[in-house]
């Protein structure tokens, strides 16, 4: 069974750092591009970041490039996203999600996600 488990998330005022770690079992991680996506009441569900499994190349959305950074560490299983520079904008429930095909950018080409992890950023 793929389980995947978010940890890390928090309150913190802006301005401000989080890292969130997601642990993968159940799967090869190696084998699987990795994501973080997050949503907002009211919001769907949108990108934030994508690391390769082929190379660890990277991709971010807009709004949080040059302030997020997404890793993985194969031999952990893991996968962080390292968050600074933290705006109120922020503030969203986490999810990390495996790659299964189609557009890494849309929530349709995943098919595991963890339950997620709640930020919220004081302004």
């Known amino acids: 069974q793929v389980q995947l488990v978010e940890s890390g998330g928090g309150l913190v005022q802006a301005g401000g750092s989080l890292r969130l770690s997601c642990a993968a079992s159940g799967l090869t991680f190696s084998a699987y591009s990795m994501a973080w996506f997050r949503q907002s009441p009211g919001e769907e569900r949108e990108f934030v970041a994508r690391?390769?499994?082929?190379?660890?190349?990277?991709h971010y959305s807009d709004s949080v490039k040059g302030r997020f950074s997404i890793s993985r560490d194969n031999a952990e299983n893991t996968v962080v996203l390292q968050m600074s520079n933290l705006t109120s904008e922020d503030t969203a429930v986490y999810f990390c999600a495996a790659y299964s095909g189609g557009r890494f950018f849309a929530t349709t080409g995943y098919s595991h996600w963890g339950q997620g992890t709640q930020v919220t950023v004081s302004s």
């Open positions: 690391i390769s499994r082929i190379d660890g190349s990277t």
